[in-house]
């Protein structure tokens, strides 16, 4: 799992690589104040062991006042052969509503991450602005 502000935005960008399939990525603030991802990418990939695999990905994004939104689907198959290993592979990004509290007080924030049927919360700390 790795988070990183998007440098020149005001952005955190968080990329999670597990099993587990990811259900939703927020920021929560010192004050207990939780933003959630505007878009949350997810990818599962199942690996044969052969250098070939198979994915399905969805993904989404939405935009605050003002509306608007859209998503989408892919497939990709291997040729022959089943699958032996299941990867979840998400990218989230999380927009800094308030950028200057973030980043004269972000080693007070987390990043929480539910992962999993049913969900379990796994926590990694901010990332440092740039």
């Given at each position: 799992?790795?988070?990183?502000?998007?440098?020149?935005?005001?952005?955190?960008?968080v990329v999670v690589q597990d099993p587990r399939p990811v259900r939703?990525?927020?920021?929560?603030?010192?004050?207990?104040?939780?933003t959630e991802a505007s878009s949350l990418s997810t990818d599962r990939v199942y690996d044969r062991g052969s250098g070939s695999s198979l994915g399905l990905g969805l993904g989404g994004f939405g935009f605050g006042r003002g509306?608007?939104?859209?998503?989408?689907?892919?497939?990709?198959?291997?040729?022959?052969?089943?699958?032996?290993?299941?990867?979840?592979?998400?990218?989230?990004?999380?927009?800094?509503?308030a950028p200057a509290a973030y980043?004269?007080?972000?080693?007070?924030?987390?990043?929480?991450?539910?992962?999993?049927?049913?969900?379990?919360?796994?926590?990694l700390s901010a990332p440092e602005p740039r």
């Amino acid at each position: 799992m790795t988070a990183a502000v998007i440098p020149g935005s005001n952005i955190i960008q968080v990329v999670v690589q597990d099993p587990r399939p990811v259900r939703a990525v927020r920021l929560v603030a010192s004050d207990g104040t939780v933003t959630e991802a505007s878009s949350l990418s997810t990818d599962r990939v199942y690996d044969r062991g052969s250098g070939s695999s198979l994915g399905l990905g969805l993904g989404g994004f939405g935009f605050g006042r003002g509306g608007g939104g859209g998503g989408g689907v892919g497939v990709g198959m291997p040729l022959g052969g089943s699958p032996t290993q299941v990867q979840s592979v998400a990218t989230a990004s999380i927009p800094l509503t308030a950028p200057a509290a973030y980043r004269s007080d972000w080693q007070r924030y987390r990043i929480d991450v539910l992962m999993g049927d049913p969900p379990q919360i796994v926590s990694l700390s901010a990332p440092e602005p740039r």
